[in-house]
């Protein structure tokens, strides 16, 4: 799955993965989707996109900032990995995508499904187990320590909240069947404890 990733290029994402501010979006998120990505190879049109979009999608991670996906999206241009154009620029237009979490709508059938795919996989989190979930929850406020409780419930409840509207959670089938029942569950429980 990585084998065509150079080595140099790897052990620097594992690096910036390591960084100190990171207690959920580590290396172990990345191992995440890629076993979620390897489960569901034989739906994807564009693997070697897929998988380029696993590994910057959180390459730069500044909880302080508000443009990690943006300037996750440059670094991944800005490294040059091995890939034909159209493979990049579907990677780069799935990074872009994970602010929000919105398919984009331009992307053409089988884009848009591998798009689906990898934003699917990188909400499954909120479908996980609820023990599991909890310690998301934990490694999320870990991560905003610097962010007073109350500014921290407020801001929280906000994001899930906004996940919560959605008449669906997850795009592709794959997603929904496995993880959108749970997640609500997940949601709703958090929201409950936030909003005490």
């Known amino acids: 799955m990585l084998s065509s990733v150079p080595a140099s290029m790897l052990a620097a994402l594992k690096a910036s993965h390591a960084e100190p501010q990171r207690h959920y979006h580590d290396w172990s ?5 890629l076993r979620h990505m390897d489960a569901q190879r034989s739906a994807l049109h564009d693997q070697q996109a897929v998988t380029y979009a696993i590994l910057f999608h959180d390459a730069v991670y500044n909880p302080r900032a508000n443009d990690n996906e943006r300037q996750s999206a440059k670094l991944l241009m800005e490294s040059e990995p091995p890939l034909p154009e159209a493979s990049l620029l579907l990677a780069r237009r799935m990074i872009e995508a994970t602010d929000g979490h919105f398919l984009p709508e331009e992307l053409a059938d089988e884009a848009r499904s591998d798009c689906a795919h990898f934003l699917d996989m990188d909400l499954a989190i909120l479908g996980a187990d609820a023990e599991r979930f909890d310690i998301y929850e934990d490694q999320i406020r870990r991560e905003y320590a610097h962010v007073p ?20 959670l997850y795009f592709s089938a794959w997603g929904k069947e496995r993880f959108e029942e749970k997640a609500r569950s997940n949601i709703a429980r958090s929201l409950a404890k936030l909003e005490v």
């Open 29 to 33: 998120h990345i191992d995440a989707l």
């Open 149 to 168: 409780d109350a500014a921290f419930k407020d801001g929280r409840a906000k994001v899930l909240r906004h996940f919560a509207q959605r008449d669906d």
